[in-house]
C-alpha cells in the first residue's frame, strides 16, 4: 500500500472537512473562551490507513448515521465521497464527542 498525490490531497481535504464540520456543529455557544478547543489527531492504523479524529465539545450528532453514511450534510458525505470511513463517538472522560475519518492508501502494484 502507498500513499500517492491525490490520496495526500483526499487526506487534506477530509481533514478540513472534520474541522469545518467541529467549528460549525461542535463548539457550544455559550462556552468560555479558554474551552473553544477542537483537538485534531491523525494515528497510521496497521492496515497502513490513517485516522483522523476531531474531537469536539457537544456530545450531540442528530443524524450521525445518515451524515457517515452520504445521505445528510455535505461535510461528512464530502468526506466518505474521498473515500474514508466515518465514525463517531462519545468519549470515556469528559464531554463532547469524536469523529472520526480513516482514509487507506491505494494498493500497490
Given at each position: 500500500?502507498?500513499?500517492?498525490?491525490?490520496?495526500?490531497?483526499?487526506?487534506v481535504e477530509g481533514v478540513s472537512r472534520l474541522v469545518g464540520n467541529g467549528v460549525r456543529h461542535g463548539l457550544p455557544a455559550r462556552a468560555l473562551v479558554q474551552e473553544l478547543r477542537l483537538p485534531l489527531t491523525a494515528s497510521p492504523t496497521d492496515a497502513g490507513a490513517m485516522a483522523f479524529d476531531v474531537r469536539d465539545l457537544v456530545p450531540a450528532f442528530p443524524d450521525s448515521e445518515a451524515a457517515i453514511r452520504r445521505r445528510e450534510g455535505p461535510g461528512l458525505w464530502h468526506v466518505a465521497?474521498?473515500?474514508?470511513?466515518?465514525?463517531?463517538?462519545?468519549?470515556?472522560?469528559?464531554?463532547g464527542k469524536t469523529v472520526r475519518a480513516v482514509l487507506g492508501p491505494e494498493p500497490t502494484l
Open positions: 500500500m502507498a500513499w500517492n498525490g491525490d490520496m495526500l490531497l483526499h487526506a465521497h474521498l473515500g474514508a470511513r466515518g465514525t463517531r463517538f462519545l468519549p470515556h472522560e469528559g464531554r
